[in-house]
């Protein structure tokens, strides 16, 4: 019987041991971005995992030569992790404790210092590049998934989201009524956008009668966009 050994370079190998692993770290977790602050006391790892500003998981465990096992956990809930440090990013297999379910996340360290800003660590998420381009209504379900007429007006829409924060939003019907009132060589007036978490703030441009803002949580699966309202679900396809 012939004996395999799997051989890493000197140096590739005392790097993957000497990681410190404290500090804050962002990521995705199941589609949402996340936050993860992680402080160390001896052989003990102390943290919490923000979803959001308010809401947080806590950890704890313990790190040694690279490896973090322990659990995040709330009142509602209990996650067991095994993680693994290698050149700033944190690989982490999260294990729910009420069912076999598992769920793979890679956090990248932005800063050393357990006690870096989340609200500094929330804003590298504030315009999320998955939204940026153009992107066209598709189609509008329920709460349950069924099919949703949509008002005329709102097909043909699209929505631009550019990197500075604004947005233009664009159509037939625009077309239509510029038509109408005969306005030519008019920009389309911009809005302001920005997301917190999994969710997309949005301020409309001045209508005459204020501005529109809204809050909805939202979610990208490669080409496609999901916005969801009160009681229905936009679906936008990429251009």
């Known amino acids: 019987m012939k004996t395999h050994f799997l051989i890493m370079p000197l140096f590739s190998f005392t790097a993957l041991l000497s990681q410190p692993l404290p500090g804050v770290y962002t990521g995705k977790l ?5 936050v993860l602050s992680l402080s160390e006391n001896g052989t003990s790892i102390t943290g919490k995992l923000y979803r959001t500003m308010t809401d947080a998981l806590l950890f704890n465990g313990t790190y040694e030569k690279n490896v973090l096992t322990g659990s995040f956990s709330s009142s509602a809930e209990k996650w067991q992790i095994e993680g693994l440090l290698a050149d700033q990013d944190l690989s982490l297999t999260f294990t729910a404790v009420s069912d076999p379910k598992r769920i793979i996340s890679v956090m990248h360290k932005l800063s050393a210092n357990p006690a870096y800003s989340v609200k500094k660590a929330f804003d590298t998420f504030r315009f999320d590049k998955a939204l940026l381009g153009v992107w066209l209504i598709g189609w509008v379900e329920d709460a349950q998934g069924n099919p949703r007429q949509m008002p005329q007006f709102v097909k043909g829409l699209t929505y631009t ?33 920005e997301t917190q978490g999994n969710v997309l703030y949005r301020l409309g441009p001045e209508t005459g009668k204020g501005k529109d803002e809204s809050w909805n949580k939202y979610l990208v699966k490669g080409d496609t966009l999901m916005i969801f309202l009160s009681r229905e679900v936009e679906y936008w396809i990429k251009k």
């Open 161 to 193: 989201f550019y990197s500075n924060g604004t947005y233009k939003i664009y159509g037939p019907y625009i077309e239509e009524a510029w038509r109408k009132y005969k306005i030519k060589n008019v920009a389309v007036p911009l809005g302001n956008w």
């Open 30 to 34: 199941m589609e949402q971005n996340v």
